[in-house]
């Protein structure tokens, strides 16, 4: 079988404007959420640790109850939360297509991870430094500011850099019920349109998305860690 390769060039060139687009959005919908996903799931993951048993802000009760939703979201699969969603998805952006709502499900299903994340990496932290803070009288806040996060920040933006790809990967699904983005461009040229050149075109955008997505974390990661 022979392959063309004018066909192939003639037609990644047809459908160039198409995959600009859908790439744009889904860089766009992948750097939304991770904003959002950091906003939300940097605290819990913080609350998690400070209020664990033995925690400065000891608090076991309330770190149970916490710890127990975010175990609910983390194992809900995402092409299910994403469905499930669709109330909240109207409610707040007014719709359940487009860049805009795959975002919520993708936040949702995404900062249960970074939280857990966080407190991983917090509690990694040795503890002869954070009693050597209390023991000079530092407070909870500045404890978590000036010496939890810094320590295990090399260690979070690996974590969050992990969680990016993952996200990638679910913004892909999410085209599939009209998220936008590569996955949605997949999905309409690839399985409906049965266009296997647009399909390993995506594919390729999106494997470069991951590798660059994993260098940068890697050297902000190398860049930050003082040890």
Same mark, same amino acid.
């Given at each position: +079988? ?9 037609? /990644?060139?047809?459908?160039? $404007? ?11 919908? @992948?750097?939304?959420? +991770? ?7 940097? $605290? ?7 209020? #664990?048993?033995?925690? !400065?802000?000891?608090? $076991? ?14 194992? !809900? ?14 409610? &707040? ?11 919520? *499900? &993708? ?21 002869? @430094?954070? #009693? ?7 407070? *909870? ?8 996060? *810094?320590?295990?920040? $090399?260690? !979070? !933006? ?14 892909? +699904?999410?085209? @599939? ?31 470069? +998305?991951?590798? /660059? ?15």
């Amino acid at each position: +079988m022979s392959i063309d390769l004018n066909f192939i060039v003639n037609h /990644l060139i047809e459908i160039s $404007p198409e995959l600009w687009k859908a790439a744009y959005q889904t860089t766009v919908m @992948v750097g939304a959420t +991770m904003l959002f996903s950091v906003i939300t799931g940097v $605290p819990l993951g913080v609350l998690l640790v400070v209020t #664990e048993k033995g925690g !400065i802000m000891e608090s $076991p009760k309330f770190c149970s109850v916490l710890g127990t939703i975010v175990n609910v979201f983390r194992s !809900i699969p995402f092409i299910i939360l994403l469905i499930a969603l669709f109330p909240l998805t109207r409610l &707040l952006v007014g719709t359940t297509v487009g860049t805009a709502a795959a975002t919520v *499900p &993708l936040v949702v299903g995404a900062a249960p991870f970074v939280a857990r994340i966080v407190e991983s990496s917090l509690k990694e932290v040795d503890k002869g @430094v954070v #009693e050597a803070a209390i023991s000079m009288g530092a407070k *909870p806040w500045q404890i978590i500011t000036k010496v939890l996060l *810094p320590e295990a920040l $090399p260690g !979070i !933006i690996l974590g969050l850099t992990i969680t990016t790809v993952t996200v990638i990967g679910y913004s892909a +699904m999410a085209g @599939v019920v009209g998220g936008g983005g590569l996955g949605d461009l997949a999905y309409r040229y690839g399985f409906q349109r049965f266009d296997e050149i647009t399909t390993y075109a995506v594919v390729v955008i999106l494997v470069v +998305m991951v590798q /660059l997505v994993q260098s940068l974390g890697n050297w902000l990661s190398k860049a930050v860690n003082k040890k």
